[in-house]
């Protein structure tokens, strides 16, 4: 966050939320559910059929019914933030729902159908490579961390150790020991999110329920220098495929399992609190309670362009979560950010080595 070249004079802009609902998966149709949400991507809105009572019924900033692709979501709503971070403001785009909606398959995308992750790189690198030239130099790093039971690892680095985030609240917050990679094409940033991923699954023999009950955090961050006016610009975006959002199950839990069930509903409640204080403009916002509100600060009611994509399944055995998440996305929609282009800020890499550079220089000069 970089205050100092934070103009006094930011605008208001709300979180954007989209809801896409998937299709009836093969063992829903064996099965026989009925399907109780109905989509009108014109009018943004969302039913679910109640069997007991009145049905409910959201508007969000959009809403996609099971036939919609990633691409269009990318296209219609996505595309306008990247850009934005390629300009110096800076992004997030999460996704929030039950196990088995289609976060992962919105995020990153399953076989032909790519995801929001892979499409953002190669939109930004298209940009790149458009916009290049002596006068304009740009440099793209790339963090991965996942957040389970209040840790956060790097998935980047070989261990995946442990990182600690430090800062204060009205500075913001940052992650001193993260590993960041430069990268030089779209796909070596797909590479880095596979081996990231990789590193995220190894020795374990729970992926499914791991990757359910973690929140992955894909971070990156673009500087733009021009040569002629000798300004940089910094946006930063984080990419989020949260945890399962369910309530998880009582009955036949160990303790051991209860005390972590707690601890992930922990992270997703706090954000669900931050959410509600924000949206009630009420003065104090409990950032602080988990490490993933800390690490979305800026995100959420701060110097952030956001979108939140909130995943639903059609089918009528989900009614319950389904109303839930529709209600919890409806609450976002009144949070307000304050974005702002960040022109010139101090921890610009760029700076740093346009610097080095000149020290080289000289040295050679001096010989
Ligand atoms: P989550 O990450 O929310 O747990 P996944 O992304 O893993 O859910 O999706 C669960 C299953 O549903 C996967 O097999 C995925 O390919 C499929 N799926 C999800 N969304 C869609 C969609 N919009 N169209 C087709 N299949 C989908
Ligand atoms: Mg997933």
């Known amino acids: 966050m970089e205050k100092s070249a934070r103009p006094r004079t930011a605008l208001n802009e709300c979180v954007k939320v989209v809801v896409r609902c998937r299709p009836l998966s093969e063992r829903e149709k064996n099965e026989s559910y009925e399907e109780v949400v109905k989509v009108w991507p014109e009018r943004g809105a969302v039913q679910v059929d109640n069997p007991k009572g009145q049905d409910k019924l959201f508007t969000y900033d959009a809403a996609y019914d099971c036939t919609s692709d990633t691409k269009t979501i990318y296209d219609e709503m996505v595309r306008p933030l990247v850009a934005s971070v390629l300009d110096g403001f800076n992004g997030c785009v999460f996704a929030y729902g039950q196990t088995g909606t289609g976060k992962t398959h919105t995020m990153e995308g399953t076989g032909d159908d790519e995801g929001i992750i892979p499409r953002t790189f190669r939109h930004m690198w298209a940009h790149i490579e458009n916009t290049a030239s002596p006068d304009v130099t740009h440099l793209v790093s790339c963090s991965y961390i996942e957040l389970y039971l209040e840790d956060v690892r790097d998935l980047l680095a070989k261990d995946c150790k442990k990182l600690t985030i430090r800062g204060q609240e009205l500075n913001g917050f940052y992650i001193p ?191």
């Open 177 to 367: 020991e993260m590993t960041s990679i430069v990268c030089k094409s779209a796909n070596e940033m797909v590479r880095l999110m596979r081996a990231g991923n990789k590193n995220r699954a190894s020795g374990r023999t729970d992926m499914n329920e791991h990757s359910s009950r973690s929140h992955a955090v894909f971070l990156v961050t673009v500087e733009t220098a021009h040569r002629s006016t000798d300004r940089i610009r910094v946006g930063k975006l984080n990419l989020v495929d949260l945890a399962g959002s369910e309530r998880q199950r009582k009955t036949g839990a160990s303790a051991d399992r209860l005390r972590e069930a707690a601890r992930i509903n922990q992270a997703l409640s706090s954000l669900g609190n931050v959410i509600s204080a924000l949206a009630e403009n009420s003065p104090h916002v409990p950032y602080r309670d988990s490490k993933l509100t800390r690490i979305l600060q800026d995100s959420l009611g701060g110097n952030s362009k956001t979108i939140m994509i909130a995943n639903i399944g059609p089918a009528s055995y989900n009614y319950d979560e389904t109303v839930t998440t529709l209600r919890y996305a409806h609450r976002a929609k009144a949070i307000k950010n304050k974005p702002v282009r960040n022109e010139d800020p101090k921890d610009a890499k760029l700076r740093e080595y346009q610097a080095e550079i000149e020290r080289l220089r000289s040295l050679i000069e001096q010989r």
